[in-house]
């Protein structure tokens, strides 16, 4: 139960950081590159935060599969082949949140009796992509 909870939040914040680097190039707005940067270093403490508590219970960590990472990218990439504004790539990352959001709870749901280290682990990674979520809004009327 542990390890596949685990990976659940690592795959999420992996595929996070994933889009973050696919939507990087494409950013026009100064404040957006800097809020996804910020975002993106968030991202990679909780895989941190992962890394640490897997390798503390002997757990394996699951990188997504080359499919997964490939799909990812195509997807973005046809998203703003026609529309690179701030308000498109704010409106993806919109998209992206409510769905890490949304597995978030039923994991929590799930797992609610996994170690507390990784439920709370889930919980603040779900609090974190909830507060982007409301930040990220003011992006899409610039």
Avoid: W
């Avoid at 409510?98 to 603040?124: H, M, Q, W």
């Amino acid at each position: 139960m542990n390890e596949k909870f685990l990976n659940e939040i690592y795959k999420n914040t992996k595929m996070a950081v994933q889009s973050i680097e696919n939507m990087y190039p494409k950013f026009r707005s100064t404040k957006l590159k800097q809020f996804m940067k910020k975002a993106q270093e968030k991202y990679l403490d909780f895989m941190q935060q992962c890394k640490k508590i897997a390798k503390q219970k002997k757990l394996e960590l699951k990188d997504a599969s080359f499919f997964s990472k490939t799909m990812l990218k195509m997807s973005i990439g046809m998203s703003t082949l026609f529309d690179k504004s701030s308000e498109h790539i704010a409106e993806l990352f919109l998209m992206g949140t409510v769905r890490g959001t949304l597995s978030l709870y039923k994991e929590i749901k799930t797992y609610k009796d996994a170690d507390k280290d990784i439920v709370d682990l889930a919980k603040d990674l779900k609090t974190f992509e909830e507060q982007s979520f409301e930040e990220i809004k003011n992006f899409l009327q610039e």
